[in-house]
């Protein structure tokens, strides 16, 4: 079938059933045709699809003309990037990004001048909203509460016309039900005389309003409801009314109760407002300030449609670039099993000594100032791999990305019991419980990222024989290799980052591996994307499949890190255990950062895995886990037996995480300069630890043994 050109229609019947609410009866189309969109799951590239774009602002896409929508995105509050010579188009709303690709470049003109409507629109409502905001640039809540008036103003407008067009319809059919009762009377009399009426047919008497003008019941509830709005915007109007201008704006908390983790003093309570949080209330109570700047406010004013323009890279941009690259979020990794590699039994007593070693709760100081405008940097970069650009100290936390590679470890004793199960279907469910773990860390991290490590940093922890290394350069890669009774974890950690105007996309790549016992099970994570960047709360959303293969008996088990909508819950995983046949063993609930169930029946669970309770003051400290307060803490144990290529010796690192803003600044152009000068000299270091086998990373084996001699005859020299 010849796809079919894109031709502007006035209007159409509604594009089926799938979504009712969304495609009301007869709405006006503004522009509609074929066009290639790239499938949501990795590797499957693109698929034609059939978009239609209504004069509402809404697009959505079907399989085919009248089927049922299968998904849809407000371009009101989208950032729509193109690129000049290509015929690609990303629209990226709150709530979706859509990639898609026109069939021809006429096609691509008529889409971009159906959406640049949107986009003109967009930008006269915040120059209206800058009018008047202007000398008040603390007062958010006037724009707000005008357009909410607004809204009300229509929705009266809309529930008279509704009320008008029933009562043309009562009344048209009050004349009917007339007319039929004229006929049905002449027929009677015409019958009454045969066989005096005992054969005649029965007649329903049919109901007729007296009163079509009176409203109906539904229409006064709509009324009812209306009044109630009414009367909530003008009780707000006088709360909001007035505007801070003395410096000390006051400070709104949110109106649920805070949770046993969130309690705090209420000295601290204005200190947490520059950590990013959580996208939803009801998941981490935590107030917030409305002490903006103007460059803040007149940057929130942006959130409508935008159109950004991409720069087109050729193959070879970045090969030979000597900039050190300050960030690449990584959430994957990719190796193989060394299967020469043993426990060293000599580590047992400094890995009982790091369990029973008291460590922190806290880091030294509150972290300083906030991240800056992120957008500011972004929206330069739009459709970039972000591992290239390098920002301020400032948008960093004090952990290197080795580091948190290690925190997607941190609840490897769900690996102890899996290699203590006999049972296979068991097994697999903690291996599964395990996998999601590893991104319960993320749940407050969503404002900052880690320090890109030097080529040949190492980290270390001893608590479950965790060894990182960074192997490559451009682009960046990381091994890392963990063990415990019975199990091995390797892997390789690296990814892509890109921003399409709203979201920061984080695409991992390569596969994870363990090896319990005698079975192997190997996975990929889903990407995951940072919301809401250019205003609002930012937060972490991981979106896709993750399939967990047991190479040893073909078992499987399908993860689904599901979208959060709207009004359903968030971060919600859940999955199948299938055996080799298909056959499904069992089912697995829950969410990323609270707990993992496996269903016994309709009624009764079996907690796999719940998430440890968050500091008191996590938001204080930048969002860390108990777990990741710990890593870059040298504890008497581990001092004067760490190599002095391990990240805790990052001067920039530690002088952020003591609240020395300058210093870390300095530091880390300082530790960037004397690498990029190891790489003029041709002095570059190689991975210690790891060996590239295939296109697979490798641990070698040895970092151990070698620390237990005290690194003597190893000749590691210093990175900064």
Sequence with gaps: MAPRASVPIVSRPSLGSG???IAPSGPEILHEGWVLKKRRKKMQGFARRYFTLYKTGLLSYSFEPGQAVRDHISLHHAAISTAPGRKDIHIDSDTATFHIKCLSTEEFDQWMTAFRRFITLGSEARRSASARVIGIPGNKSGPILEEMGSSLVELESAIIALQETLVSKAQKSQSLNRKGEKERVKDHSKEGSSVFGLFKKCTHS????PHPDQPSPHVQRLYSILETLKSQHSSLKPAYGHVHLDG???????????????EESPELAINKFSTPLTRR??????ATTVSDSVNEWFDALEDGPQEFIM????????AGIEQQPSQIQTNDSHSTVDDGSSIDTDMEDDRKTAQNHPERTDLPPLHVGDEGSLFAILKKNVGKDLSTITFPVSFNEPLTLLQRAAEETEYYDLINQAAQSNDSTER???VAAFAVSGYAHTRHRSGRKGFNPMLAETFEDARMKFIAEKVCHNPLEMAYHAEGANWELSATSSGRTKFWGKSLEIIPLGTTRLKVGEDIFEWKKPSSFMRNIMVGTKYLEH??????????DGSRCVLEFKQTGYWGASNVVSGTVCLENGTVACQLEGKWDDQISQMLDTSHFRVLWRMHPFPKNTHEYYGFTSFGITLNEITSDIAGKLPPTDSRYRPDVRALENGDLDTAEGEKLRVEEV???????GEDRTPRWFKQVGGEWVYVGGYWEARQRGWKGEGIQPLW
């Design 19 to 21: 979504l009712p609410s």
């Design 543 to 552: 979106c896709g499949d993750l399939t967990i293969d047991n190479i040893r």
């Design 311 to 318: 720069d087109v890279e050729s193959p070879q941009d970045g």
């Design 675 to 681: 690498q990029r000068e190891r790489r003029r000299r």
């Design 281 to 286: 209330s009801n998941r981490a109570s935590v």
């Design 428 to 430: 697999m469910c903690y």
């Design 206 to 209: 049919v109901h007729v309003d």
């Design 248 to 262: 000390n704006p006051p400070v709104h908390g949110s109106p649920l109760p805070s949770t046993e983790e969130e």
